[in-house]
């Protein structure tokens, strides 16, 4: 098992261009989620989903899209970049039921936006 | 929103003693996970406990749900052992569709000198 993977690892944007950030895993985990983390902070939820075509908001979602079109992938999408979004992001997976299980995470994406 | 507050912020130890992380949290929780993000950013789970104490090696957690609190104990630190140690508490978004979501602490800076 590859596990949670994320693609590119460092991204340098200019304000005001798109991208999307990666994110896939091969453990047939039903909940994926996006969060980010600024310099001396917890990480902060941004968008999830519970399953193939069901994606909710997190605490910090505005400016950033998601989609869940298949189990495997759950790419995140910045709309037009800001300084603001200048961070690293954190892909995370795992089973559900009535609670969430052990999360499992990828390696971070480290975007700088200038 | 539900508030997670860990301390200490910082800790420094020598190799070969003990620690204690707390982190309390604000509201009834459905669950509660620890974190260890290593100096390179990767984020492993340590434990899943939402109640009650569960060991694994040199660490262990106890949660106290009705007092709303979690620790993690570390014994005979050893380098390794630095990084980051994050809690997070699982709650379920207030939406009819709305799936479970996980709140971080802003975690506990652990240095481990030889």
């Known amino acids: 098992n590859a596990g949670v993977t994320q693609t590119p690892k460092f991204q340098v944007l200019k304000t005001g261009q798109s991208m999307t950030l990666q994110c896939a895993q091969d453990?047939?985990?039903?909940?994926m989620s996006w969060y980010r983390q600024d310099p001396g902070m917890g990480l902060r939820l941004i968008h999830y989903?519970?399953?193939?075509?069901?994606?909710d908001q997190g605490e910090v979602p505005n400016g950033y899209n998601v989609s869940r079109s298949t189990t495997e992938d759950f790419p995140l999408r910045l709309l037009s970049a800001a300084p603001s979004q200048t961070s690293v992001y954190f892909c995370?997976?795992?089973?559900?039921?009535?609670?969430?299980?052990?999360?499992?995470f990828g390696p971070g994406t480290r975007l700088t936006v200038t | 929103g539900i508030q997670v507050e860990q301390s200490p912020p910082d800790l420094i130890l020598q190799e070969g003693a003990n620690s204690t992380l707390r982190c309390n949290f604000s509201?009834?929780?459905?669950?509660l996970q620890w974190f260890h993000q290593n100096p390179w950013g990767q984020l492993i789970n340590l434990f899943y406990?939402?109640?009650g104490t569960k060991q694994n090696g040199r660490l262990s957690a106890t949660t106290v749900a009705t007092e709303r609190y979690s620790l993690l104990y570390i014994s005979s630190s050893q380098t390794t052992d630095s990084g980051v140690y994050f809690c997070?508490?699982?709650?379920?978004?207030?939406?009819?569709?709305?799936?479970?979501?996980?709140?971080f602490g802003e975690g506990t800076q652990l240095t481990v000198n030889p």
């Open positions: 995370a997976s795992s089973y559900t039921g009535t609670v969430l299980y052990e999360q499992y």
């Open positions: 453990m047939n985990h039903e909940y």
């Open positions: 989903s519970v399953g193939a075509g069901i994606t």
């Open positions: 509201d009834s929780v459905n669950n």
């Open positions: 406990i939402p109640s």
């Open positions: 997070a508490v699982e709650r379920r978004g207030e939406g009819e569709t709305s799936g479970s979501r996980l709140t």
